[in-house]
């Protein structure tokens, strides 16, 4: 039930200041037209020269401001973050959680729940082990789990060296997330882009569900993101859409099967410099195996259904790499999360360097599609691009 917001407020203010029971806090967002300053602060004890100090880390959505306080010096930092208008505070203390939303009309919508048993971390040079922290009203917001917090993290820290190499000068930096989904990613990625590479960076979500462009867009707004879009459409629609040029950074989380051909080739298309994609199911390739004959020695890698199956993944990708590869992409494929976390867990990691692939890397290609008498997905997509690396 919603409630008047300064009293809940007053309540978060004991919480805040109690360096004993307090983990730690969040402020950020941003209440309907108006702007905080700074715009999200993180609190948390920390012991320095033997004693308790309340840490604040401001961030203006460019370097962020660490301070330590305490006694009368705490209380005004507190009260000055209480004041600024935040949309949402998570206050996380031995006891509980709290979760404080400022709703449309400008009342409290609080909930409190359990604590998680996690102590508080104070020492002060602690490792920054969370790109985006997990106690991020984000996550709250957008109901993820904890086992998308962590792939979410894992994917941003594939994608911040990545992101600060391709970040253009003069305009803003634009990455399109095909395929997105409830954009876990997406919204994640966004966040910490415009806190840590450029507080102007444009993100569109695409998906094929019409469902999810509104609700998506729903919760961004709740999350007080701006410079965030979602479109109903699929990846090929997205191709055609005049509006979508200038995309520096192509980003694909378990696009399913050849929908992540798709997004592939689209980021060839659109020359995207940066290119993140993390594929899903590989059916494609696995269905042509089937009536595939590589004849010897390899015979026996497609006999068995699950040594196929596994073999066509393998396959898939390693194409997928190679064609990037001769369109002048350098290519690293790795493992962006623990397999405990994903089965899915191969990423293509690709920069554009525009640099022409050499005789041999051309043999290898067209070698092997031929060996294995498959027709990736991939270079049908970009027929006519593949066709005149091949003919040089
Ligand atoms: C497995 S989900 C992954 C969602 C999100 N990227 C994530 O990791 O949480 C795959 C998403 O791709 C979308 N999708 C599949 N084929 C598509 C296409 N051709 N065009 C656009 N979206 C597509 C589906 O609707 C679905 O939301």
């Known amino acids: 039930m919603p409630e008047p917001l300064q009293p809940a407020l007053d309540r ?6 109690d360096t004993e029971g307090l983990i730690r806090a969040v402020a950020s967002g941003r209440r309907r037209a108006e702007h905080p300053d700074p715009t999200r602060a993180e609190l948390r004890p920390v012991d320095l020269r033997g004693e308790r100090h309340l840490q604040v880390t401001a961030t203006d959505g460019r370097t962020p401001v660490v301070l330590n306080h305490t006694g009368p010096d705490a209380e005004a930092a507190v009260d000055s973050l209480l004041a600024q208008p935040y949309g949402n505070w998570h206050v996380e203390t ?14 409290a919508q609080v909930h409190t729940s359990a604590a998680s048993g996690e102590a508080a971390d104070t020492t002060h040079d602690r490792a920054k082990n969370h790109l985006i922290d997990p106690a991020d009203p984000l996550f709250t917001i957008l109901g993820a789990d904890a086992a998308k917090r962590r792939q979410v993290d894992a994917f941003l820290r594939q994608l911040a060296p990545i992101a600060r190499r391709v970040k253009p000068e003069g305009r803003p930096l634009r990455v399109v997330d095909l395929g997105c989904g409830n954009a876990y990613l997406t919204m994640a990625a966004h966040r910490y882009l415009a806190a840590e590479i450029d507080p102007d960076v444009q993100t569109l979500g695409v998906d094929i569900r019409p469902e999810m462009a509104s609700r998506n867009a729903r919760v961004a707004a709740e999350a007080g993101l701006t410079g965030l879009g979602f479109k109903a459409a699929s990846i090929e629609e997205a191709a055609a859409d005049p509006e979508l040029t200038g995309v520096d950074i192509v980003l694909a989380l378990h696009a399913c099967d050849t929908a992540t051909d798709d997004s592939l080739a689209l980021a060839v298309r659109w020359q995207a410099r940066g290119v993140l994609a993390a594929p899903c199911c590989h059916h494609d390739i696995q269905r042509q195996l089937t009536d595939s004959d590589a004849g010897a020695p390899f015979a026996g890698l497609t006999r068995h259904a699950i040594l196929r199956e596994r073999f066509a993944d ?43 692939p050499t005789a041999r890397r051309v043999a290898e290609y067209t070698d ?3 060996a294995w008498h498959i027709e990736p997905a991939l270079a049908e997509r970009l027929a006519p691009e593949v066709e005149s690396v091949l003919a040089n």
């Not at 978060?12 to 200041?17: E, F, G, I, M, S």
């Not at 031995?94 to 009309?105: D, G, I, M, P, Y």
């Not at 990037?324 to 899915?344: C, K, M, N």
């Open 94 to 107: 031995r006891e509980a959680v709290v979760q404080l939303r400022v709703t449309k009309r400008g009342e």
């Open 314 to 356: 393998v396959l898939t990708d390693t194409v997928r790499a190679d064609l990037l590869r001769l369109l002048g992409y350098r290519v690293e494929v790795v493992e962006f999360i623990d397999s405990r976390h994903t089965p899915r867990n191969a990423l293509i990691r690709a920069v554009h360097t525009g640099t022409a």
């Open 12 to 17: 978060l203010r004991p919480l805040l200041l």
């Open 368 to 370: 092997l599609v031929s």
